[in-house]
């Protein structure tokens, strides 16, 4: 089975602080996707990775980065976390070839909560 | 540009209750639809997938949904609901570009709850 896990299911962290989530996946996936899920408004995609150390913005990149620097680690940043970055927040992978057909596999989740 | 919506935001119904919830997409290229569900304390996991062909689709646990390209529709529905399928129900379809990076685009997502 695939497995794909995230560093922490719950954080805390203060306003300014600098986030590192963590996600690690094992089948070796080409693609990578960090989402945040928020009530009513379903996932909304910060960033993905399509092969090691190459990333491309999703629909809400703003205040946000990533690293790939393996391809079975994909890290999301929160530069200078802000309390409208309160969310949950979801790690997914999937094979490269097939494109759309192939199921993303995703984590646990991340709740974070910044104060 | 590519988008889904999903009309129901919360649904509440009694066991043995039939099950329809609606996803309405706009995709310009071949249509791709998927239904993912995220039971509570577990991992968002696919429930069903449309890619071609037969446009009713059977999935896990019972559920199915049917393609009416003429309704840019793909609802989801099962016959008799069960306590166990209380969850939140994502429609999708693949994200602008997607390619090979297998990306989607969810809609806001409808939570279900069954009361035994």
């Known amino acids: 089975d695939v497995k794909v896990t995230q560093s922490s299911r719950y954080l805390v962290k203060r306003t300014g602080e600098k986030v590192f989530l963590e996600c690690v996946q094992d089948?070796?996936?080409?693609?990578m996707f960090w989402y945040r899920q928020d009530p009513g408004l379903g996932l909304r995609l910060i960033y993905f990775s399509y092969d090691v150390k190459m990333k491309e913005k999703g629909d809400i990149p703003e205040g946000y980065s990533v690293s790939r620097e393996k391809k079975e680690r994909f890290s999301l940043i929160l530069e200078s976390a802000s309390t409208n970055q309160t969310s949950m927040y979801l790690c997914a992978s999937t094979e490269g070839s097939g494109g759309p057909y192939n199921e993303q596999f995703f984590g646990p989740g991340t709740r974070l909560t910044v104060l | 540009a590519q988008s889904v919506s999903q009309h129901n935001h919360h649904v509440i119904l009694s066991e043995a209750a039939s099950l329809e919830l609606g996803c309405n997409y706009s995709y310009g290229g071949t249509v791709n639809l998927f239904w993912y569900v995220q039971y509570p304390g577990q991992h968002l996991q696919l429930l069903l997938k449309y890619f071609s062909g037969d446009p009713l689709v059977k999935g896990i646990k019972g559920f199915e949904a049917e393609f009416i390209k003429s309704k840019f529709s793909f609802n989801l529905r099962k016959p008799s609901v069960q306590w166990s399928d209380t969850a939140e129900y994502f429609c999708a379809v693949p994200g602008a570009g997607s390619g090979n990076t297998g990306k989607l685009i969810f809609g806001q997502g409808t939570t279900l709850q069954v009361k035994p």
């Open positions: 089948m070796d996936h080409e693609n």
